[in-house]
């Protein structure tokens, strides 16, 4: 069982960026950013390998979004840029036992308790 703990949400003006963590109690574990806006589904946003050396976002985020991961903290980063009020969502964190990370949430084993992104126009 490993836990995951989102931070670094919070209130931002569109045009601006936040950048969220996300602290697992275990490692070598295949990462995940999902979002789910207000009367949305959930959606993928960005994955990561366990090594870090493949990540993958979202065609419509390329650009804007970036996943990194220290794995010496155990720790996974979202860097989000140029937000807008489309962006608004709760950001969940995701971990999978497995070296390959993935779009679907349901290949996913562990999720984080989420946390709030709000964007102001």
């Known amino acids: 069982q490993v836990q995951l703990v989102e931070s670094g949400g919070g209130l931002v003006q569109a045009g601006g960026s936040l950048r969220l963590s996300c602290a697992a109690s275990?490692?070598?574990?295949?990462m995940g950013w999902f979002r789910q806006g207000p009367g949305k589904e959930r959606e993928f946003v960005c994955s990561i390998s366990p090594s870090g050396a493949v990540t993958t976002c979202t065609g419509p985020l390329k650009g804007r979004f970036t996943i990194s991961r220290d794995n010496a903290k155990n720790t996974v980063y979202l860097q989000m840029n140029s937000l807008t009020p489309e962006d608004t969502a709760v950001y969940y964190c995701a971990a999978r036992r497995s070296a390959y990370s993935s779009r679907v949430y349901t290949d996913y084993d562990y999720w984080g308790q989420g946390t709030q992104v709000t964007v102001s126009s």
């Open positions: 275990g490692s070598g574990y295949a």
